[in-house]
């Protein structure tokens, strides 16, 4: 029988994390991706009755998942954004803590939830939005931006070099119907881009609109900017990125910094058989930096 954990989302890295991470006895972590739960586990467990974990998600539906699985360990969870993480620990009063950990992007849970509208595999509303309470969705995205908007979009955040086929395509799908499901937006990029090796040719259009939708990387810079005035000389940091946009970002911000030693000088990726028993494991990469 799978544990819950194994049921849902599996942790990447998870070993090679803890070991670089080596959270200590007594300390004081943050984990600004909870998700399910699996990292915050893992990383509490070490952390004993005398340390806390303080648990940030931007998705309250994660934090309901997480909750029981982390149930008799020294965690706190926070809805929150990561880019408010100094002001979460104002208000706790916590000055400084001794490590950081950010599992960038969305949980299987997530995508496997149809109404959430981040995958091209279920058919569901348009949505992308991770915290669901505020802010344009996709579909708002779609049937609202220029064709130019839209293909600047679709070329920068989804490496999409057939982004002006594809914005063209969905101008005039919408101008027929609005465009409300990830079927019908699948089914608009499907329609002029060929397919080519095993990738869907939704992919890369989802990724864009999703990182659009949740102003990933604006979040990741904020994160990455405030990060040496939160974490205490000697603490450590280890962000898991999923695709170039993020992992460009995180090694600007730790390569050549006066703030951060560099404890990965590549980063870090699953072997073999990690990405044989999770998929997901792919195309994550770990860094992790010590606070000078
Ligand atoms: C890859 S999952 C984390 C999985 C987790 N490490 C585990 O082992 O279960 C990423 C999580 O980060 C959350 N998230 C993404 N961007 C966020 C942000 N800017 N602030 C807070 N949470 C965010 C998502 O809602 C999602 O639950």
Excluded at 19 to 31: A, H, I, M, Q
Aim: hydrophobic content about 40%; aromatic content about 4%; some cysteine.
């Amino acid at each position: 029988m799978p544990t819950p954990l194994e049921a849902g989302h599996v942790p990447v890295l998870p070993a090679e994390t803890l070991r670089l991470l080596d959270p200590r006895p007594g300390e004081t972590w943050v984990d600004c991706t909870t998700g399910g739960g699996g990292h915050s586990r893992l990383i509490a467990e070490k952390l004993g009755p005398t340390g806390r974990l303080f648990g940030l998600d931007q998705d309250r539906t994660m934090l309901a998942l997480a909750e029981p699985r982390l149930a008799g360990l020294p965690v706190t969870l926070i809805p929150a954004n990561f880019d408010q993480l100094a002001e979460v620990l104002q208000n706790l009063g916590i000055e400084k803590v001794d490590g950081v950990l950010a599992d960038l992007g969305f949980s299987s849970d997530q995508l496997n939830d149809a109404d959430r509208g981040l995958s091209f595999k279920n058919n569901g509303p348009l949505d992308m939005r991770l915290d669901g309470r505020t802010g344009a969705t996709a579909a708002d995205l779609v049937n609202t931006m220029s064709e130019g908007g839209l293909a600047d979009v679709i070329f920068e955040y989804g490496e999409e070099r057939l982004s002006r086929r594809i914005a063209k395509r969905i101008v005039e799908r919408r101008s027929a119907k609005r465009i409300e499901t990830t079927g019908e937006l699948a089914d608009a990029v499907r329609s002029c881009v060929p397919r080519s090796g095993g990738i869907d040719p939704a992919t890369r259009t989802f990724q864009a609109l999703r990182i659009a939708v949740n102003d990933e990387l604006g979040a990741l810079e904020r994160l990455l900017a405030l990060l040496p005035k939160v974490v205490r000389p000697g603490g450590r940091v280890g962000i898991i990125s999923f695709h170039s946009l993020e992992d460009r970002r995180v090694k600007q911000a730790f390569r050549g910094s006066p703030h951060w030693e560099c404890l990965t000088k590549k980063p870090v990726e699953a072997g073999d058989d990690e990405c044989a028993r999770n998929p997901r494991a792919r195309s994550a990469k770990l860094r992790v930096a010590r606070r000078v």
